[in-house]
């Protein structure tokens, strides 16, 4: 167990329909990171919060928006969803400081059908 | 310009063999931190070693080792006497000092390793 908790562990809708990913960093880190992985690809870095606040987006669609909570879980909305939206989501947590790599969550499985 | 770069999509290597991953990244920072992360076939992503910019020794852990190569600007993965078990796809990342200190990760090179 990282200590990051991501949930659902698996995900299956339809087309058009929106879910929530949520994630609880490991104890004592404020920083939250959502990365998206389509198959066989890198990661795709969607969005980061520290400590409630938004600090750096990257590729995140317009349909996707996401949040950091008072009590520093996180949620990833994904509306309006696409059959390539299909993908692993992960979450990620750090303190701050270079010699920190993140800590994932074991990530939740989306597939759009 | 790409800030890591994972040249090797895809390698072999035979089982009980040495392997090298190659990673090259790029930053104007003097103070960063450099990682490489596995992620097996179930998918989660598990931390494997960190070199700080200012370390002069190379970092080991266990099996593996990191060439880290300053001037060069690389950062290799040696993995000794490879086990089945090491077949995953690995991702070299880095975290610079500036900005938000956000890790960037390179695309990943895929090993197999042949029994």
């Known amino acids: 167990d990282s200590g990051v908790t991501q949930t659902p562990k698996h995900l299956i809708t339809a087309t058009g329909q929106r879910v929530t990913l949520r994630c609880s960093p490991r104890s004592g880190d404020l920083s939250v990171y959502w990365y998206q992985q389509s198959l066989d690809q890198g990661l795709q870095f969607l969005i980061q919060?520290?400590?409630?606040?938004?600090?750096a987006k990257g590729n995140i669609l317009e349909r996707f928006s996401a949040q950091q909570f008072p009590d520093l879980h996180s949620e990833l909305n994904l509306s309006s969803l696409e059959l390539g939206d299909s993908a692993l989501y992960f979450c990620?947590?750090?303190?701050?400081?270079?010699?920190?790599?993140?800590?994932f969550g074991s990530g939740t499985r989306l597939t759009v059908v | 310009a790409q800030k890591i770069t994972q040249t090797q999509p895809g390698m072999f290597v035979q089982e009980k063999e040495a392997v090298t991953l190659d990673c090259t990244y790029d930053t104007s920072d003097q103070s960063y931190g450099l990682f490489w992360y596995k992620q097996p076939s179930s998918g989660e992503m598990i931390f494997l070693i960190y070199?700080?910019?200012?370390?002069?020794q190379n970092a080991t852990e266990g099996r593996y080792s990191l060439n880290f190569q300053k001037a060069r600007k690389s950062a290799n993965l040696v993995i000794s006497a490879s086990q089945l078990g090491d077949s995953a796809m690995y991702f070299c990342a880095m975290r610079e000092a500036g900005g938000y200190q956000k890790v960037t990760f390179g695309t990943g090179t895929k090993l197999q390793v042949i029994p």
């Open positions: 919060y520290y400590n409630g606040e938004e600090r």
């Open positions: 990620a947590s750090s303190v701050s400081g270079i010699s920190y790599g993140y800590t």
């Open positions: 070199q700080g910019s200012y370390d002069e």
